[in-house]
């Protein structure tokens, strides 16, 4: 099992930004690609963003594109999710994992295409 470590999580006012990151294994980081998805009260987990292995490709949702912004640091060995422009509806618990196909983006929109999973962080957003 990977070890993936969410933070950034809080508390924001409609139209905030915050920050998440995920900090990964270099052996997982540097060879697949991440995913962040967010899962509601009394909702399914669902694809928020993700960005390929090497960084160069990026995929969004339709309810999250022009607001969030997925980024890699190799340096750092983390994923960042930048998200701006809060609305009440991202309230949800995020959470970071890595796809299982090694060197590609195939399934990089599906749950059932990633294996190791963070514990999540929490984000709210009040209006």
């Known amino acids: 099992q990977v070890q993936l470590v969410e933070s950034g999580g809080g508390l924001a006012q409609a139209g905030d930004s915050l920050r998440l990151s995920c900090a990964a294994p270099?052996?997982?980081?540097?060879?697949?690609?991440m995913g962040w998805f967010r899962q509601a009260p009394g909702k399914e987990r669902e694809f928020v963003a993700a960005i390929n292995w090497t960084g160069e490709k990026t995929y969004y949702s339709d309810s999250v594109k022009g607001r969030f912004t997925v980024s890699r640091d190799a340096a750092k060995n983390t994923v960042y999710l930048q998200m701006n422009s809060l609305k009440p509806e991202d309230t949800a618990i995020y959470y970071c994992a890595a796809n299982r196909h090694r060197y590609s983006d195939y399934g990089i929109r599906f749950l059932n295409e990633y294996d190791d999973w963070g514990r999540g962080t929490q984000v709210t957003v009040s209006s």
């Open positions: 270099e052996r997982t980081f540097s060879r697949y690609a």
